[in-house]
């Protein structure tokens, strides 16, 4: 494929579809929001408004890396703080759908709902890639981003079009056209990252002590392979607890699991082989995490296994 002729193809578009109205757009910083947000601005300039929606489940320091990153690049974003509204519509959910609707719902019709009205855009361009229409439409996971393939009309349950330039194209697609547009190569080769976010690495609740959990060994796996060449690299936070020793004491703490994945267009996967050293190095900065006392690094391929656990 001729990236380029596509990047401009969509711009095109993206400029035909709007007209002279107002879109927004949510960025997340990964790379798939990241490239819609780019060709929506090339193609509307400042009738694009780009928000940074804080949902409390994102990365360490994410809402002001991102801000940055796009500021560097002429890009405004505007944060948006819903991290009580998230929060408050998880609270007490376990189960994996009951959690990605939930996230889908406080997104689409709370917050963004609220953004729409506020700036009057009709158009909300859509990071949409074809790995996700086909799991959610195969009942695998619902991802938070799908709307029209499951038969939700956005005009007129939302009240706004919805846009999606990158859903005929896989991952590694979306990085071929990242690089065409320009972008530094910490963004354009960006390992993926959920939409529903930290919410996808805990299994059972998720609560603000939870997240601080995941969150910081997120933060650990993300630094320890950076320099692994792997397609993804996360933690995950079980609801099963076992029992350890800390200070001479008995523990009955949390269980991370670290997954460290190569693939292409995340379709399918297998496990990275990592070495022995680097495994008891994760290992030890992990279980120094307060109440964790146990790390396990997940060898499952997908399929059987999704890249996330939620």
Known sequence: ????????????????????????????????????????????????????????????????????????????????????????????????????????????????????????????????????????????????????QLGIDPERELGYWVLEPLAALRKDGVREVAKVLGFPAKLAERIPFPGPALATRIVGEVTRQRLDTVRAATTIVEEELADSGAFQYLAVLLTDKATGIRNDRREFGQIVVVRCIDSVDARTATAVELPWEKLHRICERITAIEGVNRCLYDLTPKPPATVEYV
């Not at 601005?41 to 009738?47: E, F, I, K, S, V």
């Not at 009709?122 to 709307?147: F, P, S, W």
């Open 1 to 148: 494929m001729d990236y380029r002729a596509f990047a401009d193809e969509k711009i095109a578009e993206i400029r035909e579809s709007v007209g002279d109205d107002l879109a927004i757009n949510a960025l997340s910083g990964g790379v798939d929001s990241s490239v819609v947000t780019v060709l929506g601005h090339r193609a509307l300039g400042d009738r694009l408004k780009t928000v940074f929606v804080d949902n409390a489940l994102m990365r360490e320091g994410e809402p002001e890396r991102v801000c940055k990153i796009f500021a560097e690049m002429s890009i405004p974003v505007e944060c948006v703080d819903a991290r009580a509204e998230f929060l408050d519509a998880l609270a007490g959910l376990t189960d994996p759908e009951q959690k990605r609707n939930a996230v889908t719902n406080t997104f689409y019709r709370k917050v963004f709902g609220d953004l729409v009205q506020k700036t009057g855009a009709k158009y909300l361009l859509h990071g949409t890639i074809l790995t996700d229409i086909e799991e959610t439409v195969a009942g695998i996971k619902r991802q938070h981003n799908i709307l029209t």
